[in-house]
């Protein structure tokens, strides 16, 4: 599967697996982003699967 990031693209090899793994696989904080699959974002409970193309957002904090 692809990750597309602001800034590059990082791919991860696995059949199906839950999108929480794959984010610290890809050393990615789950809590700092949100995920989006062919344009809806997805909870981090959900497989995902070697074909999967997936968005990342990093959430933005402050004030």
Request: no cysteine; net charge negative.
């Amino acid at each position: 599967m692809i990750l597309h990031l602001s800034d590059n693209s990082i791919e991860i090899r696995a059949d199906s697996i839950p999108l929480k793994d794959v984010l610290e696989m890809a050393d990615i904080n789950p809590l700092s982003v949100i995920v989006a699959r062919e344009g809806t974002v997805i909870p981090v409970e959900t497989t995902v699967y070697s074909e999967d193309t997936l968005k990342v957002y990093r959430i933005s904090h402050g004030g």
